[in-house]
């Protein structure tokens, strides 16, 4: 298996897995014991790793979410210091991990496997992956490998906002067209749902076709820019990762 190949079979796997625990009940017991909307603790939680930074620095950071959004959130979450907020955000993941992936036979494998892609991509323009990679990991097990796939999830949103901009698209319409991973459209109302979701206002334009070619191409351009991490990793090892990650899956369906 090549690193494209690798990363084709298992980009879905990680965005389910890596951001597991942003919907978990372990995220909503955060928001409930300090207070904070899921908004909140959610900026503050993930973009803690910036720092005490104005919201502009943040919203260069998450980029597909409307910058109106980002302030009120971030600055609504101030409660909580940036620095304690991460450290409570990587605790739910790794609580999520133990919880969901308790199944998971191979997770100390899957850890090292995620680590050399982690440890050995570059941070350019990836400020959220640099900062959670930064942080402290657990000793090991099933919350080693969620920390981890929280960070290798990260690298690829990274990418995929480069690759964006790189096509000329704007966050909302890059939202609007939407791929299913392939980069095959997916229907409209289907990504108007996620515009609401991400709290963009209405009402939302119709991509157009040319918007349509841009997302593909965005898409393709994600999948090489994030392949050069996977190099790390030889034809067994990507194969391997490949195997744990579905292995992976299957147990967080089963808890």
Same mark, same amino acid.
């Given at each position: 298996?090549?690193? #494209?190949?690798?990363?084709?079979?298992?980009?879905? !796997?990680?965005?389910?897995?890596?951001?597991?625990?942003?919907?978990?009940?372990?995220?909503?017991? $955060?928001?409930?014991?300090?207070? $904070?909307?899921?908004? %909140?603790?959610?900026?503050?939680?993930?973009?803690? @790793?910036?720092?005490?930074?104005?919201?502009?620095?943040?919203?260069?950071?998450?980029?597909?979410?409307? /910058?109106?959004?980002?302030?009120? +959130?971030?600055?609504?979450?101030?409660?909580?210091?940036?620095?304690?907020?991460?450290?409570?955000?990587?605790?739910?993941?790794?609580?999520?991990?133990?919880?969901?992936? !308790?199944? $998971?036979?191979?997770?100390?494998?899957?850890?090292?496997?995620?680590?050399?892609?982690?440890?050995?991509?570059?941070?350019?323009?990836?400020?959220?992956?640099?900062?959670?990679?930064?942080?402290?990991?657990?000793?090991?097990?099933?919350?080693?490998?969620?920390?981890?796939?929280?960070?290798?999830? %990260?690298? #690829?949103?990274? #990418?995929?906002?480069?690759? @964006?901009?790189?096509?000329?698209?704007?966050?909302?319409?890059?939202?609007?067209?939407?791929?299913?991973?392939?980069?095959?459209?997916?229907?409209?109302?289907?990504?108007?749902? @996620?515009? #609401?979701?991400?709290?963009?206002? %209405?009402?939302?334009?119709?991509?157009?076709?040319?918007?349509?070619?841009?997302?593909?191409?965005?898409?393709?351009?994600?999948?090489?820019?994030?392949?050069?991490?996977?190099?790390?990793?030889?034809?067994? %090892?990507?194969?391997?990762? +490949?195997?744990?990650?579905?292995?992976?899956?299957?147990?967080?369906? /089963?808890?």
């Amino acid at each position: 298996m090549d690193p #494209r190949d690798a990363v084709l079979e298992t980009k879905a !796997a990680i965005g389910a897995l890596g951001g597991g625990f942003m919907l978990s009940r372990e995220a909503k017991a $955060l928001c409930e014991r300090h207070g $904070l909307g899921p908004r %909140e603790m959610y900026f503050r939680g993930r973009c803690g @790793v910036l720092g005490e930074v104005d919201a502009d620095v943040v919203l260069a950071a998450v980029v597909f979410f409307p /910058a109106g959004h980002v302030r009120e +959130s971030w600055e609504g979450g101030r409660k909580l210091a940036a620095e304690e907020a991460a450290a409570l955000y990587a605790g739910a993941c790794h609580d999520w991990g133990r919880r969901r992936l !308790a199944g $998971l036979g191979n997770a100390d494998r899957l850890a090292e496997l995620l680590a050399a892609v982690a440890d050995g991509a570059d941070a350019f323009c990836a400020p959220l992956f640099a900062g959670w990679r930064a942080m402290p990991r657990p000793g090991g097990g099933p919350a080693l490998a969620a920390h981890l796939l929280h960070v290798v999830r %990260e690298l #690829r949103g990274a #990418r995929h906002a480069t690759a @964006v901009v790189a096509q000329g698209l704007g966050p909302l319409e890059a939202t609007l067209v939407g791929a299913d991973g392939t980069g095959t459209p997916i229907p409209y109302d289907r990504t108007a749902d @996620v515009a #609401r979701f991400l709290a963009w206002p %209405e009402p939302y334009p119709v991509p157009s076709a040319e918007a349509a070619e841009r997302r593909a191409r965005a898409e393709e351009l994600t999948d090489d820019l994030v392949a050069r991490a996977y190099a790390a990793l030889g034809p067994a %090892e990507l194969a391997e990762l +490949s195997g744990l990650l579905q292995e992976a899956s299957g147990a967080a369906r /089963a808890h």
